[in-house]
């Protein structure tokens, strides 16, 4: 049973760009969130999706979308990068039946590095 | 969003127990406490979550105070494949809210 798979592995952009990042989630999972890391630091939330709609999002601006498509895979779209958008960038599955306590699977990230 | 405190490095020898402490005073009575860790070039692995009561599992324990402004991570017997950084995490709605982490050290 393949985990959560994300694709590209790694990117190189330049500054005012856009960028897509895949991600598959696990086998039987329905929600897909995406996280934000930059180096030296723990992960922040960008935004979640169900049900192709999002729930849920964390304090980025609207310059970072998404979405979800009916196979529960979703992208995540960042346009007019900024150098500050380098980091990698995780997405974790899990089943929103799960609740509130309900485990999140990651997947290994895309490494986005904008110049 | 309930913040979470943790030290920012521990150190520990193989074959030994290592508790890893988290502050967690504003978290809500309804939140979990969620520990995930993170091994070099990985993304974050699910460790244990819980809610009131201490709770095992085949990875660790985690121990939660009465009053839930505190709990502690167990690994019952470090070894160098623990070696992670380990995040004590809050959550809002359905995300989860990750603070710095706590880098462990294993030395065999």
């Not at chain 1, 964390?58 to 150098?83: C, I, K, M, T």
């Not at chain 2, 402490?21 to 309804?30: E, K, L």
Request: aromatic share 8%; charged share 15%.
């Amino acid at each position: 049973d393949a985990g959560v798979t994300q694709s590209p592995t790694h990117l190189i952009k330049t500054r005012g760009q856009q960028v897509t990042l895949r991600c598959s989630p696990k086998s039987g999972h329905d929600t897909v969130s995406w996280y934000q890391q930059a180096l030296g630091q723990g992960p922040q939330f960008i935004f979640q999706y169900y049900e192709e709609e999002e729930r849920q999002r964390g304090n980025f601006p609207d310059r970072f979308s998404g979405h979800q498509f009916p196979n529960y895979s979703s992208e995540l779209n960042v346009n007019a990068l900024l150098l500050g958008d380098s980091a990698l960038y995780l997405c974790a599955s899990s089943l929103v039946m799960g609740g509130m306590g309900n485990e999140q699977f990651f997947g290994p990230g895309t490494r986005l590095t904008v110049l | 969003d309930a913040k979470t405190t943790q030290p920012n490095s521990m150190e520990s020898n193989e074959e030994e127990p290592v508790h890893l402490p988290c502050n967690h005073s504003t978290i809500s009575g309804t939140d979990y406490i969620h520990w995930y860790r993170q091994l070099p070039s990985q993304g974050p692995e699910y460790v244990i979550h819980g809610l009131t009561s201490n709770v095992n599992n085949r990875m660790a324990s985690l121990a939660i105070a009465e009053d839930r402004k505190s709990s502690t991570l167990i690994l019952h017997r470090a070894t160098l494949r623990d070696a992670a950084v380990y995040y004590c995490i809050s959550q809002a709605g359905t995300a989860l809210i990750f603070g710095k982490g706590t880098t462990l050290s294993v030395s065999s």
